[in-house]
């Protein structure tokens, strides 16, 4: 067995992170091909076949061919609704009578609450607090009246052992997002289709990583047809679960994560999924929240997609694995298209630091006339602007604070800026993205 780790990017420092028991080698395999193919058979009619698309964007800038698979148009947005179904269809009638509970960051839920409708089972769903209301309201739609949605905790992980604790005191049939070779199975019908759309000829498949489900069903159906076919994981910097478990050879338990890229974010993999990752040494690169955004921006103006964070997570990586890439076929799964509106302010925010043209400063102005004219003449440059200013004038005091957002046209700008600042005599002080003040901003 070899692990496949890649550390590429990985900004998350000093994380705490829980080990444990040492991992050992399954004697049997939790998910097969023939699996796969049933739930390919079960699926067939309630599922989409989704698109691929071939990107002549980015297959010229990475001399490739880029495909993108899109499970974005799912009916309910995500590839999600594949593992939910085909556990959820294959129950006994007695399970099904005693209905299902699941948790989930929103995608997740929103599959188990179609399947629930479709098949007229009773059904009750833990979701995280910071969900998107978006995603929430899609959750209700869906369930079209059989299922409850229960809020609460500010992580999967926090909502999924709200979930357990329910399923111990109903006894009712527990639908695991990742952690079940029934979803597994499910989610790797997306592979089979892969697979089949191009005839078996793809070389490297790129899908996001949160518990694993979706990467572990279909590396499982690809990796079978193909030994030689690359498979690469890809997590969220701030919430890199498998990276560190693959890195420790056991299973970790990750104590700070950030949650931003939501469908991606989980506190530890499933045992089932880093026992497949595995078994295959597939390679996880990590990839900033910030890159994430300057994707989704990109994917949105340039091919009209609207991805969420995760789903965005795989092209986030092309620049990372564009080493191996040259020549290659190449398809990137686009696993989910939920994202709200309401959250586009912190994607550009995101981005626009992650691209260095977004900076924060508290400056010590002389509390006289012109001084912010002297900011502007002789420290801005001529493409720059001033994207935020707060500055309240002290009584009895030479000098007074301000809060200065520069924006500039190009990142290799800022250098002379300081420099500008340094010569003029500005006491000033950069807030960085781990500043707390810098959090209470965004």
Not at 41 to 69: A, C, D, H, M, W
Not at 415 to 439: A, C, H, Q, W
Request: net charge negative; hydrophobic share 40%.
């Amino acid at each position: 067995m070899k692990t496949g780790v890649s550390n590429l990017d990985l900004t998350a420092k000093n994380r705490e992170i829980e080990i444990s028991h040492s991992w050992f080698p399954s004697e049997i395999m939790a998910v097969t091909v023939e699996m796969i193919e049933q739930a390919a058979e079960r699926l067939n009619g309630v599922v989409k076949q989704t698109p691929l698309e071939l990107s002549k964007r980015l297959s010229e800038k990475y001399q490739s061919n880029i495909y993108f698979k899109r499970e974005d148009l799912q009916e309910v947005r995500s590839f999600k609704i594949r593992g939910a179904y085909n556990k959820i269809a294959a129950l006994s009638e007695e399970e099904k009578s005693q209905g299902v509970v699941c948790a989930s960051a929103g995608n997740h839920a929103q599959g188990v609450a179609y399947s629930c409708s479709a098949l007229q089972i009773k059904g009750t769903i833990f979701m995280p607090t910071i969900t998107p209301k978006q995603k929430v309201q899609k959750v209700k739609k869906f369930g079209d009246g059989w299922v409850d949605v229960v809020l609460v905790g500010e992580t999967f992980d926090d909502s999924s052992a709200e979930a357990e604790k329910f399923l111990k005191q109903q006894q009712c049939v527990f639908v695991h997002p990742f952690n079940d070779d029934a979803v597994m199975a499910g989610q790797g019908t997306v592979g089979k289709e892969i697979y089949d759309q191009l005839g078996g000829k793809v070389d490297v498949v790129i899908s996001s990583v949160g518990g694993g489900g979706l990467a572990s069903g279909c590396m499982v159906f690809l990796k079978e047809k193909n030994p030689q076919m690359h498979y690469i994981g890809v997590e969220p910097a701030g919430a890199p679960a498998m990276y560190e478990s693959l890195k420790s050879n056991r299973l970790v338990t990750l104590h700070d994560i950030d949650t931003f890229v939501d469908g991606a974010a989980v506190r530890r993999v499933g045992s089932l999924t880093f026992d497949l990752f595995r078994h295959y040494g597939v390679e996880v690169l990590t990839v900033p929240e910030g890159k994430v955004c300057t994707t989704m921006i990109e994917l949105y103006q340039n091919d009209g997609i609207i991805a969420e964070p995760a789903g965005a997570l795989p092209v986030a990586a092309l620049d990372f694995a564009a080493y191996r890439l040259r020549g290659k076929t190449v398809v990137c799964i686009i696993s989910g298209g939920n994202n709200d509106i309401l959250r586009y302010p912190e994607i550009m925010e995101r981005s626009l630091r992650y691209e260095g043209l977004k900076h924060y400063f508290m400056i010590s102005f002389a509390q006289k006339p012109g001084q912010l004219r002297k900011f502007v003449e002789y420290v801005l440059g001529p493409d720059d602007d001033i994207v935020r200013f707060e500055y309240i004038k002290k009584t009895n005091a030479e000098q007074g604070p301000a809060l200065v957002g520069v924006e500039l046209a190009n990142r290799d700008d800022y250098p002379s800026l300081l420099t500008r600042m340094d010569e003029i005599g500005f006491n000033y002080r950069v807030i960085t993205d781990d500043d707390m003040f810098y959090k209470h901003l965004v």
